[in-house]
């Protein structure tokens, strides 16, 4: 029997909180309130495959790179206690699904966030070769103007022969980006690394009808001459895109502005 999909709370000063997928049709049928993002000017997001905090200087990174971010959308996010420290400091709560537990920390997305969101919904897909899994995570945040954001982290599956599980990764955020009426933010380390990905990508972004965030300095991480990480909205005015480039992963930080 495949074992339940959950993701855990990190809030401070409260016990580690284990929370189980919501169900779309409350998407459709109506969210409980909850306070916005604070939001001055502009909505600032980073995107970060994190691998695991293998290097040095990840830290100052999501310090001073992610200082001012209202939400940060990690990937390969391990669970150590410097991490959590960081996240229940820096945020309001932080919501990680473990896609894998390591020898000590568990592995997978977390999302960090200025406030608490309204509807969870974490996901899994198993990798066909390697039998690890890659996980996906759906948050629902209110905004200023009355609005709700759904904000997708993930990271894709990315050892499989064609695309079938890829696209079947995709399948069930797409349901319920569907039963979603507000804006939207899907973002992460895709690992669109062949045609047939960027294919399968695309296709899904414009079934959903999300734009893709092009970078002026594209110094995203690639593998095969393709990037790996992308942004996709709908509903919110883009404003500024950056790309930072470091040592502290193998993938680049992605930095996003939008104007809601």
């Known amino acids: 029997?495949?074992?339940?999909?959950?993701?855990?709370?990190?809030?401070?000063?409260?016990?580690?909180?284990?929370?189980?997928?919501?169900?779309?049709?409350?998407?459709?049928q109506g969210l409980p309130p909850g306070a916005p993002l604070p939001t001055s000017e502009f909505l600032r997001v980073m995107v970060w495959n994190i691998f695991?905090?293998?290097?040095?200087?990840?830290?100052?990174?999501?310090?001073?790179?992610?200082?001012?971010a209202q939400l940060m959308l990690l990937q390969e996010a391990q669970t150590t206690p410097e991490l959590v420290r960081f996240a229940t400091s820096h945020?309001?709560?932080a919501d990680q699904v473990p896609a894998f537990a390591l020898p000590q920390h568990p592995s997978g997305v977390m999302t960090l966030a200025a406030t608490h969101p309204?509807?969870?919904?974490?996901?899994?897909?198993?990798?066909?070769?390697?039998?690890?899994?890659?996980?996906?995570?759906?948050?629902?945040?209110?905004i200023h103007d009355g609005r709700l954001?759904?904000?997708?982290?993930i990271h894709a599956v990315n050892?499989?022969?064609?695309?079938?599980?890829?696209?079947?990764?995709?399948?069930?955020?797409?349901?319920?980006?569907?039963?979603?009426?507000?804006?939207?933010?899907?973002a992460g380390d895709f690992n669109a690394w062949s045609r047939q990905r960027v294919n399968a990508l695309q296709r899904f972004a414009q079934s959903a009808g999300l734009a893709e965030v092009e970078f002026q300095a594209d110094n995203r991480s690639r593998a095969f001459g393709r990037p790996l990480d992308f942004v996709f909205y709908r509903g919110l005015t883009l404003a500024d895109a950056s790309v930072l480039v470091t040592r502290a992963s193998d993938h680049n930080p992605l930095l996003v502005e939008f104007q809601p």
């Open 52 to 68: 695991k905090q293998q290097r040095a200087e990840w830290l100052s990174v999501l310090k001073g790179f992610g200082r001012d």
């Open 91 to 93: 945020y309001q709560a």
């Open 159 to 186: 050892f499989s022969f064609g695309v079938d599980v890829y696209s079947k990764q995709l399948e069930p955020i797409g349901e319920q980006i569907a039963m979603h009426r507000g804006p939207v933010i899907l």
């Open 118 to 142: 309204v509807y969870c919904c974490p996901l899994r897909e198993r990798e066909p070769l390697l039998r690890l899994s890659k996980s996906a995570l759906i948050t629902v945040y209110p």
């Open 1 to 28: 029997m495949p074992k339940r999909t959950y993701a855990m709370r990190y809030v401070a000063g409260q016990p580690v909180e284990q929370i189980f997928p919501g169900s779309a049709k409350q998407l459709g």
């Open 149 to 153: 954001l759904m904000v997708v982290n």
